[in-house]
């Protein structure tokens, strides 16, 4: 089963991920995909928090900052998924730090292309997007790309999975599928 769980930051997305992703493995292996790659101390801050909030929860780490399939080179493919977060994944592959931050601009087809294709092969997977996408504020060009391939990839991601979610304020509101909690 796949789901997509999308809302604004500081919502309850990474709480219902965590719910959910507890609850689809049963007594199975549970993987956090920790896609972040921290710039300063409020993303540190940010990561110790996440790592706090699934203490105890039976998750197995697993850093993957790029090709979320590379994750089946260590991963049981039959476990359960949560991928924190696909923003962060299209971040690191757009602006890659190896090329000064320069944009691959092929980065948000090739990153959709990778996500859909992992949702495919993993026995369940729990997505989470941020929606930075909705407001009429104009940013940056480069800004602005990275909105737009965010917003096409979550579109490919809300077709394919089986259940989509939005988390508004810490309410559920379900647009696809069924919330199995």
Excluded: W
Excluded at 18 to 45: C, F, H, N
Excluded at 69 to 86: I, K, R, W, Y
Excluded at 127 to 144: G, K, L, N
Aim: glycine content about 8%; proline content about 2%; charged content about 30%.
């Amino acid at each position: 089963m796949t789901f997509l769980i999308s809302g604004g930051a500081k919502n309850g997305k990474s709480t219902l991920a965590q719910e959910l992703a507890v609850k689809l493995s049963g007594e199975g292996k549970r993987y956090y995909v920790a896609t972040m790659i921290p710039v300063d101390e409020e993303d540190r801050d940010r990561i110790r928090r996440h790592v706090a909030d699934r203490a105890g929860l039976g998750f197995e780490t697993v850093e993957c900052c790029k090709n979320v399939m590379s994750c089946l080179d260590t991963a049981d493919p039959e476990g359960t998924f949560l991928v924190d977060s696909v923003t962060a994944l299209l971040q690191n592959a757009l602006f890659p730090a190896e090329k000064d931050y320069e944009m691959d601009l092929e980065a948000g087809e090739r990153c959709a292309n990778e996500i859909i294709a992992f949702g495919g092969i993993a026995k369940n997977v729990v997505f989470v997007s941020d929606y930075i996408y909705s407001d009429a504020e104009r940013y940056s060009e480069s800004t602005e790309i990275y909105r737009r391939c965010l917003a096409s990839i979550d579109c490919r991601l809300a077709e394919a999975c089986d259940t989509v979610v939005e988390v508004a304020a810490g309410n559920r509101i379900v647009h696809k599928g069924v919330l199995p909690l």
